[in-house]
């Protein structure tokens, strides 16, 4: 089956800094989404981007489905912004495979 | 904005209670999902359900069972809860149309 790499798995930002996550994937897919995963366990949809690029205040995303990655852009990082990011795809089949997640935490 | 809802956000049962976990959506999805997710082994897909009365086995089906009577719910039962189904349990829901997946808050399950 397809397989969901995320990068780096831990992150540790200073307030105010920027940073990328990458999401891999290992076959073609329908579509994309990052979330972002809260203390309290809630999943928070981000982007959903099966392809090109959406921005969202200081979050913007970028997929090239060609060649098979996903990333994710956090500019101005805040406290609030620590949590695990997670990428998950969707294949022809409407099963949504999650990658492993990456855990940020931003320090004040 | 869709809302997903779970029936409770912590749970505490005994091993051999039978339990059910109940999810609501308000989106009028086709799309049911419930997924458990462990430290170290990430979100596991159990069961879903593309439409009423109907229902697939996901990759750990095993020791759980699901009820879609209507299209707004989608209920997990543990049959016998057994120490193993501690987990988080996480409903989900999509159209087949927008294919965008929404997730409920999440029930903190724990067997004893």
């Known amino acids: 089956g397809i397989q969901v790499e995320q990068s780096p798995p831990d992150l540790i930002l200073q307030e105010g800094a920027n940073s990328t996550l990458r999401c891999n994937f290992s076959?073609?897919?329908?579509?994309l989404q990052w979330f972002h995963q809260n203390p309290w366990g809630q999943l928070i949809n981000l982007f959903y981007i099966p392809s090109g690029t959406k921005q969202n205040g200081r979050l913007s995303a970028t997929t090239v489905a060609t060649e098979r990655y996903s990333l994710l852009y956090i500019s101005s990082s805040q406290t609030t912004d620590s949590g695990v990011y997670f990428c998950a795809v969707k294949t022809s089949y409407d099963k949504v495979i999650f990658g492993p997640g990456t855990s940020l935490s931003v320090i004040p | 904005d869709v809302k997903v809802t779970q029936s409770s956000r912590y749970l505490v049962k005994r091993t051999g209670e039978k339990v059910f976990l109940e999810c609501v959506q308000d989106m009028d999805h086709e799309n049911m999902f419930w997924y458990r997710q462990d430290p170290g082994l990430g979100l596991r897909l159990i069961y879903f359900?593309?439409?009423?009365?109907?229902?697939e086995k996901g990759d750990i089906p095993e020791g759980y069972s699901v009820s879609r009577e209507k299209k707004e719910r989608f209920s997990l039962i543990l049959e016998s809860a057994s120490t193993n189904q501690t987990s988080m349990y996480l409903c989900?829901?999509?159209?087949?149309?927008?294919?965008?997946?929404?997730f409920g808050p999440g029930t903190r399950l724990t067997v004893l």
């Open positions: 076959d073609s897919v329908n579509n």
């Open positions: 989900a829901s999509s159209s087949p149309l927008v294919a965008e997946e929404f």
């Open positions: 359900s593309y439409d009423v009365k109907m229902k």
